[in-house]
């Protein structure tokens, strides 16, 4: 029988598959792509809603992304048989160029330090987050390659 608090470890899953660098968007580093996207629009912060859908700032070119990642939560609920009436919010937060913390940060990557934190409520008004940091700099087609994993358009 699920559970609510099952929708921590669905955050956790989340928030970690988010930061790896083997989450690709277009074939290049989500992550670097999404704090391009914050660079040009003034901002250090994006952030997903995977229920309404959408993301802030908003953009047209990370509508599929959203959806993606929307898709990968409504699996991860069905997996766990958890119906979708229980969640309320579901927002993944993505904010760059913060303040170094040990247990999220490693030196000896490139970059800044990145935090990203999802955070699900549920249909009662419960919170469950979950937080995990990486290093990042914005997107460079100079810097970074593009992945063999990338689907042909």
Not at 24 to 49: F, M, P
Not at 70 to 90: F, G
Not at 127 to 146: D, I, L, N, V
Request: with cysteine; charged share 25%; proline share 4%.
């Amino acid at each position: 029988m699920a559970r609510r608090k099952e929708l921590k470890n669905i955050a956790q899953g989340i928030v970690c598959s988010f930061v790896s660098r083997n989450n690709d968007y277009d074939g290049y580093w989500e992550l670097a792509k999404l704090y391009d996207l914050a660079n040009k629009n003034g901002r250090v912060k994006v952030t997903i809603d995977l229920m309404l859908p959408g993301i802030n700032p908003s953009s047209e070119a990370f509508e599929p992304l959203v959806l993606m990642w929307r898709n990968k939560l409504l699996n991860m609920l069905e997996s766990r048989s958890i119906p979708v009436s229980w969640v309320q919010s579901v927002v993944i937060h993505s904010v760059f160029n913060v303040a170094y913390v040990t247990e999220l940060h490693k030196w000896g990557t490139y970059g800044e330090p990145c935090t990203c934190e999802c955070e699900i409520i549920t249909d009662r008004g419960d919170k469950y987050s979950e937080s995990a940091g990486t290093t990042c700099m914005p997107f460079s087609q100079a810097w970074f390659q593009r992945s063999t994993r990338r689907k042909s358009s």
